[in-house]
């Protein structure tokens, strides 16, 4: 499975990104998504991630709120919609999956190990 993360880039505080995850020749909606960050000098931190099949979501304490996680079945895509940013939200953001669980609705949290699967990553930096 290829995974790749996209919509990074710099934004002023308060801000908002939407990143997008794709997949080449992969069903994400049969995956586990989950999207991680990981800060310079930092160890990779869970964001949020999003059931096989259905819409279950869970998000990272320190994000909810201000983060929504959703797939776009048409489109192949999860993305992560992010607003109100702050200079801490400042990593590279990679998304992951783990599947495929084909019609079957399957929750994980985010623990990265759990993932089998992941994209490079895009650079968030928030920043005045």
């Known amino acids: 499975v290829q995974l790749q993360a996209s919509g990074g880039g710099s934004v002023q505080p308060g801000g908002s990104l939407r990143l997008s995850c794709t997949s080449s020749g992969f069903r994400l909606a049969d995956y586990v998504v989950g999207w991680f960050r990981q800060a310079p000098g930092k160890e990779r931190e869970g964001v949020a991630c999003i059931s096989s099949t259905a819409g279950t979501t869970y998000y990272a304490d320190s994000v909810k709120g201000s983060v929504t996680i959703s797939r776009d079945k048409a489109k192949n895509t999860v993305d992560l919609q992010m607003s109100s940013l702050k200079p801490e939200d400042t990593a590279v953001y990679y998304c992951?999956?783990?599947?495929?669980?084909?019609?079957?609705?399957?929750?994980?949290?985010?623990?990265?190990?759990?993932?089998?699967?992941w994209g490079r990553g895009t650079l968030v930096t928030v920043s005045s």
């Open positions: 992951a999956a783990e599947g495929p669980y084909p019609g079957t609705v399957v929750v994980m949290g985010l623990g990265p190990d759990d993932y089998d699967y």
